[in-house]
């Protein structure tokens, strides 16, 4: 399974902020959206990830406050990226080695779309599934003792 196949379930839908925003009103559309990252973007370029990871932490640092902070303090200046051929395992092994619970999908420099961590194990499930489903079917068929002698 490749990341293409998680986007073409998904769907398109990419929320993204600007470096020079207000870390506060990154903050606000993460939660009225009820999303978990904006991909940060400038002048059509990739240029960060913020996810409420380094929003947190930035409140922390300003002792409780966003205040006056802009996306471009907070956010990840080096995000992990895959491609629409990346295979599901790397991913799983892209995200899991660097904590990672969101990676924009690029396509050389257009932005593809953004897989989650949920996006992943939800398609690791339902391959599961679809699988046990394959192989009940598949032993609700077997043949039959009954069958084997008659054919013997």
Not at 51 to 62: P, Y
Request: charged share 25%.
């Amino acid at each position: 399974m490749k990341v293409s196949d998680i986007l073409r379930v998904k769907g398109g839908t990419l929320f993204t902020a600007h470096p020079d925003e207000a870390l506060s009103h990154a903050a606000q559309l993460m939660a009225e959206r009820d999303i978990g990252s904006l991909v940060v973007m400038e002048h059509g370029d990739l240029v960060g990830m913020l996810t409420f990871r380094e929003v947190i932490q930035a409140v922390v640092k300003n002792s409780g406050s966003l205040g006056s902070m802009l996306v471009r303090s907070a956010m990840d200046d080096a995000p992990l990226t895959c491609t629409m051929e990346t295979e599901m395992d790397e991913v799983r092994r892209m995200m899991l080695d660097r904590h990672a619970r969101y990676m924009p999908v690029m396509d050389k420099r257009m932005l593809m779309g953004v897989i989650s961590f949920y996006d992943v194990a939800k398609a690791v499930v339902d391959s599961q599934n679809f699988e046990n489903k394959m192989l009940k079917a598949y032993i609700r068929d077997w043949p039959g003792q009954d069958a084997e002698e008659a054919a013997a």
